[in-house]
Each structure stands twice: as C-alpha cells, then as structure tokens.
C-alpha cells in the first residue's frame, strides 16, 4: 500500500468528456485495469476509493492534515 500523500492532477480533455488521469504506480498499487470502477465520495473534497479497500477513520484524518497542509502553503 502507498504511504498518505498528495499529488496534483490536472483536468484533461478527452473527447466530448473531462478526465483526471492516474499515474501508472498508482494502478500497479492498486491492481487496477481499464474498465475497473473506483467508488467517488465527494464533500467539498473528491476522494477516489479504489475497489475492495475500506475508507478508515484514521485514514481520512490523515488526508485532512495533508490537504490542510497544503492549503496552508497556497493561502
């Protein structure tokens, strides 16, 4: 499993549709294949659960303290 971090991914145009790619290590990571569905929670954030994995209440602290971190350096 990868260790809690942040990366920006930019919005792309892909024919008549909007797509945000993932880096390659993250589908070997993950074991994903084209085709695969992801389940998408949103909530003023976007956050991407893979298939079979479980969102933790310790996992999402996590996040929050990188994204604040990284919105305290954009601020």
């Known amino acids: ?3 809690p971090f942040a ?3 930019k919005i792309m145009q892909v024919g008549g549709s909007k797509t945000v790619a993932l880096p390659p290590y993250w589908l070997e990571a993950f ?3 084209l085709g695969d569905e992801l389940l998408v ?3 003023g954030i976007v956050l991407v ?3 079979g ?3 933790q209440p ?3 602290q ?3 303290q990188i994204a604040n971190r990284r919105a305290s350096k954009n601020a």
């Open 62 to 64: 996590v996040l929050a």
């Open 7 to 9: 990366s920006v991914r």
């Open 53 to 55: 994995e479980r969102v």
């Open 1 to 3: 499993m990868l260790m």
């Open 58 to 60: 310790k996992q999402l």
């Open 49 to 51: 659960v893979p298939p």
């Open 41 to 43: 929670l949103a909530d």
């Open 31 to 33: 074991n994903l294949r």
